[in-house]
């Protein structure tokens, strides 16, 4: 990594390509895999006082035309564990990378319960 994003080596490092802004990709690209990784590499960022963007899907982030400083793209779609799922009180916890088509209507089918996200058709192309 450059000089200015020395130090990111706290998660997974991806191609920034993919996460052009504006036809503008980042200096560097991180895929945590845990919220303890998101944590240190914004702490990193912040004490090098880098411009962040997260990102999920990426779905509307790919068509802006992006901000003036682009220095990290943090890809949050790792964070995909659901950390709890209650059906007797139709509740679910999840972290931000969760896509509710590829695990939470997976989850909530396999419990036996209903509901109207579950009953969805699945248009994801992430694995469950």
């Known amino acids: 990594m450059s000089g200015a994003t020395q130090g990111l080596d706290v998660a997974p490092a991806v191609d920034p390509g993919r996460y052009a802004m504006g036809g503008r990709p980042p200096r560097a690209a991180l895929r945590p895999a845990s919220a303890q990784q998101a944590a240190e590499a914004l702490r990193v960022a912040a004490r090098d006082r880098l411009a962040v963007v997260?990102?999920?899907?990426?779905?509307?982030?790919?068509?802006?035309?992006?901000?003036?400083?682009?220095?990290?793209?943090?890809?949050?779609t790792g964070l995909d564990a659901i950390v709890e799922y209650d059906p007797e009180d139709l509740t679910l916890t999840a972290q931000c990378g969760v896509t509710v088509a590829a695990h939470c209507a997976v989850r909530v089918r396999s419990s036996g319960s209903y509901s109207t996200i579950a009953s969805s058709p699945v248009r994801s192309s992430a694995r469950s």
Request: net charge negative.
């Open 54 to 76: 997260p990102w999920g899907g990426g779905v509307g982030l790919a068509h802006d035309d992006g901000a003036p400083r682009y220095d990290l793209a943090l890809d949050l």
